[in-house]
């Protein structure tokens, strides 16, 4: 009954979709060779959520301030998810494993939904596992069954993800191209054991990188080496 896809703000290709029930797991500047600016791709988001059914949801992380404006405005239900008291779905008792891994209850408008691991590390998964449990529970799913999947669940892939290991040093992948992908990706790999972290950056289109110049500047703060290649 359901048909699950990722989709991309990539100019504009995301209006091409009618969904149903739509995340919105952040609003963040990139693709800059076809936007004007942060507000222009708000603007694409705000369509985006127009295509939804009046008897649709609109789910978003209610602590991204453009996110939540566009989830609230939209005409259908909304959700918002996220740490602030005001998000309508929170993790609290929030706490992490040594690798990272969160663990936390979910409460809905004061409703615990129970308690949940995630299987994968950082904040930031952590925050795409309460969009997980926000649609499982619109969708009439038992909770039991989602907290087993997301605790099972271990990436998807490119991102972060391990591809060799040679000596002992283990080499990941992950597809992050603008910064806020590539802090995340970053922050999970400084919370695995390690000596010393290196990250390589094939920067990826002129655009952006010249658009974001003064982000990238402190993209790589948590590495200990940095390799940066030509602009592909």
Known sequence: DDFICEACEFRESFLHFKPTVAIITNIDEDHLDYYRDIDHIE?????????????????????????????????????????????????????????????????????????FHVGVSCKCNMLDSLAVIAVCHIRGLDMQKVADALENFIGAHRRFELTSVTDGVKCYTDYGHNPAEIKNALEIASLQPHRTLWCVFQPHTYSRTKTLFNQFLETFDRADRVLITDIC
């Open 43 to 115: 603007s694409a988001f705000a369509r985006y959520a127009a295509l939804l059914p009046e008897d649709g949801w609109c789910v978003a992380w209610g602590d991204d301030v453009r996110a939540r404006r566009v989830c609230e405005g939209a005409r259908c239900n909304h959700l918002t998810y996220g740490l602030d008291e005001s998000c309508d779905l929170r993790a609290v008792d929030l706490g992490y494993d040594e690798l990272g891994r969160a663990h936390f209850e979910a409460v809905l408008n004061g409703q615990s939904l129970g308690k």
